[in-house]
């Protein structure tokens, strides 16, 4: 059931701008647009057209800049005048699509719709209708559900709504889990079983947001059901927890053998970026991204990483640095939780060659001095120093 394609649709000018503390101004989103395009995603959403002027400008132009052929979609309420607003601000793109969203969650249409089904369906109907009227025949119109994770309750119904924008000239599908409130599968049975119902009458989109810390294990597994393009935002942004993690995604996929288009040198130097434009800090431990994600101070991992630093495939590596565009290498750190493989690969790295009894003996003066020191990692010059002396006055 696996697409042959898979879209990488970024939402960062949208769902990630709208959830900083201070949004981009219009040359940040600039240049945030050229690092998209510096990455080749599949498609881009630029914003929010309708909500004020400034945001109707900004996607205006950022869809004049788009390269050919590259899809700018753009986000409407079930609205005819903001969905005419929004066609006016995106349609001098090349590739202009129309991105209607509106709720189809049973708690989500009693208290905060509260109108009936009926209502629910006609107002996707003539949303979608009217939308199809001033795009034309040749561009794309991408309905979402919104809370479409939370629709379990009223699943047929939902069915029924996805059908009814299809009919009416939707032939993208978007299946957002809003908020994250259930396991993974759960979504991607809701996924499978939305793929089965409406078959090839319109692609299937992804748009998971990571409450729960699972969007992008949701997204990478609805590919696998059928979905054929994924939203996905840089760093990680977006309301709440944020939206799933283009670098995650792509990467992930890619280790599983799927084809993509995304520039994957480009990933490091756009994540740095990002981080500066928002202000907001890549966490030593994050994904892909992160400053220790290459360190290793476990004496069985420095083991296992010596063997293979130079191998593609390492020992304790996913993936080498420099295929997402570092330039830092796989580092071997000495703590009391290392091992003899460390010193004499950290000793080595200067050219120092020592014998066994005499890395050994290293090992237990370095151990001892980082476990009174409160467990402090050892340095590599401070290794060097001990080398010599213990060396020169054995």
């Known amino acids: 059931m696996k697409p042959k394609t898979i879209h990488i649709q970024d939402v960062t000018l949208r769902d990630g701008n709208q959830a900083l503390k201070r949004p981009w101004t219009l040359n940040e989103k ?21 909500s004020n002027e400034s945001e109707f400008f900004t996607c205006q132009v950022l869809s004049k800049r788009a390269p050919k052929g590259k899809p700018i979609a753009a986000l409407s309420r079930a609205n005819e005048k903001e969905i005419s607003v929004t066609w006016e601000a995106i349609q001098h793109a090349d590739s202009p699509r129309m991105h209607i969203v509106y709720p189809v969650s049973d708690f989500s249409i009693k208290h905060v719709l509260k109108i ?13 209708s009217f939308a199809r009227s001033i795009v034309g025949s040749n561009h794309q119109i991408q309905f979402s559900g919104e809370h479409f994770g939370d629709a379990i ?32 599968m759960i979504f991607v049975n809701m996924v499978k079983e939305i793929r089965e119902s409406i078959g090839d009458k319109a692609m299937i989109s992804i748009h998971t947001h990571n409450d729960l810390g699972m969007a992008t294990a949701t997204s990478v597994e609805s590919v696998y059901v059928g979905a054929e393009q994924i939203e996905v935002a840089l760093n990680g942004l977006g309301e709440r927890a944020g939206n799933t993690n283009l670098y995650e995604t792509v990467i992930a996929l890619h280790q599983n053998g799927e084809s993509l288009n995304i520039q994957f040198d480009r990933i490091y130097p756009t994540a740095k970026r990002i981080s500066e434009l928002t202000g907001i800090p890549i966490g030593e431990k994050t994904p892909i991204i992160g400053e220790d994600i290459f360190s290793h101070r476990s004496g069985i ?8 630093m130079n191998q593609t495939k390492g020992a304790y590596r996913t993936f080498s640095p420099e295929f997402v565009g570092r330039f830092d290498k796989e580092t071997i750190s000495f703590t009391n939780q290392s ?3 460390a010193i004499e690969f950290l000793l080595r790295q200067k050219g120092i060659e020592v014998s066994k009894e005499e890395i050994h003996h290293l090992f237990s003066v370095a151990k001892s001095i980082s476990s009174k020191e409160n467990n402090r990692e050892i340095t590599e010059t401070e290794l060097v120093e001990l080398s010599r002396s213990i060396l020169t006055y054995q």
């Open 153 to 184: 309750q009223n699943f047929e119904f939902t069915k029924l709504a996805f059908m009814t924008a299809i009919e009416a000239g939707a032939n993208i599908i978007n299946l957002p889990n809003t908020v994250e409130r259930y396991r993974p």
């Open 116 to 128: 009936s089904e009926k209502e629910v369906l006609q107002k996707i109907k003539s949303s979608v």
């Open 339 to 341: 091992g003899h493989k």
């Open 30 to 50: 600039i240049e945030v647009f050229d690092l998209l395009v510096s990455l080749n995603v599949d498609g881009i959403e630029v914003g929010f057209p309708s």
């Open 301 to 308: 991992h420095q083991d296992g990483v010596t063997k293979t």
